[in-house]
């Protein structure tokens, strides 16, 4: 695998890369009636008005009762001190909410430098957002690191032109391979970026 180019900035996920798993897609999209390969997003666009308020409350009542659970990933308050104290800006990219992610700063005391939410669209596996959060860094995307722990993920920072990195444990999925690094923790990637 390459090594990583010098890294200027670092785009994280939120869900399952800062904060261990907690959100079960496959529960809220049974709830909700959303089919096995639809992504709860899309699936919740293309939705009459009238099952969209239904879905959305469901999904709000997830994303609640996970932000009150979440706890911050092995190695992540370690790794964010890291970059904090070399000066490298952070940003957050999550199609989960603004309250959620409100949440999450306000329990961990993460101060990111810029945040794009499910609010603010188009998301990923959209590259603009990853784009967006680049400008507001003032930062390349070459030298943006972008980490998360799904195939979206890596598909909006490899459009945007970013390296990426893939945080997985256990047997290594199909995607896997269009990552630049994969680790199993974000402890790993603190050793990387030395
Ligand atoms: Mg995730």
Excluded: W
């Excluded at 784009?131 to 972008?146: D, H, I, K």
């Excluded at 490899?158 to 994969?182: E, S």
């Amino acid at each position: 695998m390459a090594k990583l180019p010098p890294i200027r900035a670092i785009i994280f996920d939120m869900d399952g890369t800062l904060t261990v798993p907690v959100l079960d897609f496959d529960l809220i999209k049974a709830e909700i009636g959303i089919p096995g390969g639809t992504p709860v997003l899309e699936a919740l666009e293309a939705m009459p008005p009238e099952q969209r308020g239904r879905a959305d409350a469901i999904l709000a009542r997830h994303e609640a009762d996970a932000s009150e659970r979440c706890q911050l990933s092995p190695g992540a308050a370690d790794l964010i001190g890291h970059l904090t104290g070399r000066r490298i800006p952070i940003a957050l990219l999550t199609r989960n909410s603004r309250v959620s992610v409100n949440a999450f700063c306000a329990k961990f005391a993460i101060d990111f430098d810029a945040i794009h939410t499910r609010e603010d669209g188009p998301n990923k596996p959209n590259p603009e957002p990853v784009l967006r959060l680049c400008r507001t860094m003032g930062v390349s995307p070459a030298e943006t690191l972008v980490v998360g722990d799904f195939l979206f993920d890596i598909l909006s920072g490899q459009a945007a032109g970013c390296p990426t990195c893939l945080i997985h444990q256990g047997p290594r999925p199909p995607y896997a391979d269009k990552a630049d690094l994969v680790v199993q923790s974000l402890a790993e990637l603190i050793a990387e970026l030395e």
